[in-house]
């Protein structure tokens, strides 16, 4: 998400007008975008909830389960910065289409599965579907818009877009909620004709506007031939110039720590939820809701608020320490439901509001052109928390039961507080060299 002040007494509309683009077009372009993101989202949602709760019912342990996640993110760790590189290479639309087409493949996959093992193989091909799509469709619509004459800044695009793609997730996650009542493992088939018609729709929809110098529009801008050493290059220079910054190598660890304290916690509270209330999957769908309200709300109380650059970096330790708080008396009232789900709310507030202050932090950190492959960087770091904290709370989970993992996930949490703490002088914004020096 691009840095920026956020101008709130402006609607979108007005940024888009003074603008200086053909207005027409813009306005066609950001509905575009808007339609895509909200389908992507609506697509994904139907698993929400019911995810961990569909592999318990086919004879997994809750290490397995973890593990399943854990190789997800494993894969998307491998593949996110080559998969990026591909789609600069071979175009965001075509990237896009493709990651859905494996997504539907790696859906179905797991409708017809019954063993670990199969799993697995699933969910490493829904991990490389995930990251063909993964910045495809912010890359295209950016790129769009700017090629339009978008001269604004983006934050309140990215706002609306973050509430649409909320809302989409909230209603497939209630939609799946229900129809897993009926069978867990229909919510699978839902996921895999909601990919099918997103990657439709991006035929459509994601139309590459902007030409070369040729005046071919869509243009592959590098040669099939070349597209290996133009990945390696990437991969080679996005971990020379994360490591070569102290900032955006700590809020990269603070993100990776996070990752591996709520990952085992996503897969968890489902299964907590149910068991403990019995009244229906369904129940499932409607607590997700609750919990993404709850990160809404947090994220636009923190938007409204003047936080002072130089103050982040406390701000963040701060709130991490209070959702490590949260988490921890999550696990220790488990036995009394209600007052976990209140404390996970509130927990749920805090990590809304703290997901705008560190993204528009790290993006401060870095120039335009290297952008993406630090944003990718970043990313890997997050996925490789994930998989450890994921394979480390399911065998507390077997050995101890779900609430000693939210505590044992509430200490790793606190861990990601002196990261922010470490560099809370650091606020102003510290280019990174580019790949050209």
């Given at each position: 998400?691009s840095?920026g ?11 888009l007008?003074r603008?200086?683009?053909?207005g027409?077009?813009l ?7 808007y339609?895509m993101?909200?389908a992507?989202?609506?697509?994904g ?18 290490f ?13 760790f491998l593949t ?6 591909f789609?600069?290479a ?12 494996t997504r539907v493949?790696a ?22 579907g ?6 495809a ?9 700017d ?7 983006k ?19 209630i939609?799946?909620a ?8 229909l ?18 929809l ?28 990437r991969?080679v ?10 900032t ?11 990752f ?6 996503w ?18 769908g409607?607590?997700?809701c609750?919990?993404t ?11 409204r608020?003047?936080i002072?650059a130089a103050?982040?970096?406390a ?17 220790a ?14 927990m749920?507030l805090?990590?809304g509001?703290?997901q ?11 120039e335009?052109?290297?952008?993406a ?15 450890l ?10 050995a ?28 102003a ?9």
């Amino acid at each position: 998400m691009s840095a920026g002040q956020r101008n709130v007494e402006e609607p979108p509309a007005a940024a888009l007008e003074r603008t200086e683009g053909n207005g027409a077009a813009l306005r066609d372009i950001t509905r575009r975008y808007y339609a895509m993101w909200w389908a992507y989202a609506f697509a994904g949602g139907f698993l929400y909830g019911v995810y961990p709760l569909f592999l318990r019912a086919r004879g997994l342990d809750q290490f397995e389960i973890n593990s399943v996640l854990a190789c997800y993110f494993v894969v998307m760790f491998l593949t996110d910065v080559p998969t990026g590189a591909f789609a600069d290479a071979m175009g965001r639309r075509r990237s896009f289409i493709l990651g859905c087409a494996t997504r539907v493949t790696a859906f179905m996959v797991y409708f017809f599965a019954h063993h670990f093992l199969i799993f697995v193989i699933a969910e490493c091909i829904d991990g490389i579907g995930t990251t063909l799509c993964n910045g495809a469709i912010d890359a295209w619509g950016v790129d769009a818009l700017d090629a339009a004459g978008f001269a604004g800044v983006k934050d309140r695009l990215f706002s609306r877009i973050s509430q649409l793609t909320n809302f989409g997730f909230m209603g497939a996650a209630i939609i799946g909620a229900y129809v897993a009542d009926i069978n867990l493992a229909l919510p699978w088939l839902l996921g895999a004709a909601g990919y099918s018609m997103a990657g439709m729709g991006a035929i459509y929809l994601m139309r590459e506007d902007h030409r070369d110098e040729a005046g071919r529009a869509g243009a592959v801008r590098i040669k099939l031939g070349g597209l290996f050493a133009h990945v390696a290059a990437r991969v080679v220079t996005g971990l020379r110039q994360g490591f070569r910054s102290r900032t955006v190598l700590m809020l990269s660890s603070a993100s990776a720590l996070m990752f591996a304290a709520w990952a085992p916690y996503w897969l968890e509270w489902p299964q907590l939820f149910n068991d403990r209330y019995g009244v229906g999957i369904w129940i499932v769908g409607w607590f997700y809701c609750l919990f993404t309200v709850a990160r809404m709300i947090g994220a636009e109380v923190v938007a409204r608020m003047t936080i002072e650059a130089a103050d982040r970096g406390a701000w963040l330790a701060a709130m991490v320490a209070g959702a490590s708080l949260l988490l921890f008396v999550g696990g220790a009232m488990a036995y009394r439901p209600t007052l976990a789900l209140a404390s996970l709310f509130v927990m749920n507030l805090s990590a809304g509001a703290m997901q705008p202050l560190s993204q528009s932090w790290f993006n401060e950190q870095i120039e335009a052109e290297d952008r993406a492959t630090l944003l990718s960087f970043s990313s890997t770091f997050s996925t490789l928390g994930g998989s450890l904290g994921l394979l480390a709370g399911g065998r507390v989970a077997d050995a101890f039961g779900i609430p000693a993992a939210w505590e044992m996930g509430a200490l790793i949490l606190l861990a990601a507080a002196p990261c922010y703490w470490a560099i809370r002088h650091a606020s102003a914004p510290v280019a990174v060299a580019s790949a050209a020096s």
